[in-house]
């Protein structure tokens, strides 16, 4: 499967992280690029159920592909969020469905580093996108 231009980025910067605490600080430096939601996107209706942070996401269809909005009280999954942005941003409901949660962050060097608590927030996100994809 072909990754978009945004993925490819980021495979190639955390492929430049010899360690932990450089991939650390580059997730941290990724969740600062995520378009701050306003207060009234910050409300129920989109908050994602099973994570123990605070996570909101909002979908949006156009031209028949997905685009997603995420933000978290947390500054470390702000960045996980925004990889995992960065992995399905343009996907069609089709890819988004085939998309591997546990292989991305593998190939980014961070698995080893997500707890189970954290990894299944992140699933949470995933399946909420896909829920929204129909």
Do not use: I, K
């Not at 190639?12 to 605490?21: D, K, L, V």
């Not at 123990?52 to 996401?57: A, P």
């Amino acid at each position: 499967m072909s990754l978009s231009a945004a993925a490819g980025e980021a495979l190639e910067a955390f492929a430049r992280c010899p360690g932990w605490e450089q991939r650390a600080r580059l997730l941290l430096q990724w969740g600062e690029r995520l378009e701050a939601l306003s207060d009234a996107e910050r409300c129920p209706a989109n908050q994602v159920q099973g994570c123990e942070s605070q996570v909101w996401l909002l979908g949006e269809r156009r031209d028949g592909h997905w685009h997603f909005r995420a933000g978290s009280d947390a500054r470390l999954l702000r960045g996980l969020l925004a990889v995992l942005l960065a992995r399905v941003d343009g996907l069609d409901a089709q890819a988004l469905r085939a998309v591997d949660l546990a292989d991305w962050f593998a190939r980014l060097g961070l698995s080893r580093q997500l707890s189970p608590s954290r990894s299944n927030g992140l699933n949470a996100v995933l399946q909420r996108m896909r829920e929204l994809a129909g």
